[in-house]
């Protein structure tokens, strides 16, 4: 007997695991959704600030189908915030591993054009995907970032980088917008060109901060004939 369908996407009537990952999370904004929640609960709000082309609609549906499939789920916050959240799910927090192995994939396309725009979210996953883990095996740095409303924390430790919200600390800061620090680490624009043109303030460990943004690169593009 079939099993009984948890989305509202196309069913494929295959047994491959594949085809079963795009039902779950195949339909558009699905798997960017799952990226803004990787950092902890969001708002309605917050997660369509973080998908600026989303509908209120189009997010509720996709946050509905998430929900029923078991990878999203909903919780209200206690007082004094009292507000209805979205988080990932245990379950739901194992997609970050194929949605690394995605990004590293696709950005190697000769379409890919790293200055659109993108969220402070997913420049933070960013860091987690493309980090140089030889590189980092050498290396001990806690770095603080203001991106907007978004705050995080990461720490390179162990060959490996770990990020949580929280407010900035360490031996640096970074305050900019996501798609200006992205400029720097994975452009080579130099920390001073952004802060003269007003775009970027950097306090603390600047040779940190430096040696930091050496970490990450991206892949080379796949040669097409």
């Avoid at 890919?112 to 095996?137: C, E, G, K, Q, V």
Wanted: a neutral charge; charged letters at 20%; proline letters at 5%.
């Amino acid at each position: 007997m079939k099993s009984q369908k948890v989305t509202d996407a196309r069913w494929y009537d295959d047994a491959c695991g594949t085809a079963l990952a795009l039902e779950l999370v195949g339909e558009r904004w699905s798997l960017l959704i799952l990226r803004e929640l990787m950092f902890g609960a969001r708002r309605f709000n917050e997660l369509r600030g973080g998908l600026p082309g989303i509908s209120a609609n189009v997010l509720t549906q996709r946050l509905a189908g998430l929900e029923a499939a078991g990878i999203v789920q909903r919780r209200k916050l206690p007082p004094p915030a009292n507000v209805q959240v979205y988080e990932l799910t245990r379950w739901g927090y194992e997609a970050e591993e194929p949605i690394q192995v995605l990004g590293r994939w696709a950005v190697r396309s000769p379409a890919h054009d790293p200055t659109l725009p993108l969220s402070a979210a997913s420049l933070m996953m960013s860091f987690r995907t493309m980090i140089d883990r030889t590189a980092a095996a050498a290396v001990s740095i806690r770095a603080g970032f203001r991106l907007g409303a978004d705050t995080f924390n990461a720490t390179v430790e162990g060959g490996g980088i770990a990020i949580e919200r929280g407010e900035p600390g360490g031996a640096f800061t970074v305050e900019s917008d996501a798609a200006t620090l992205a400029s720097v680490v994975y452009g080579g624009r130099p920390f001073a060109d952004a802060e003269a043109a007003g775009e970027l303030t950097l306090t603390g460990n600047r040779a940190a901060a430096e040696r930091f943004v050496t970490l990450f690169s991206l892949p080379e593009k796949v040669a097409v004939e």
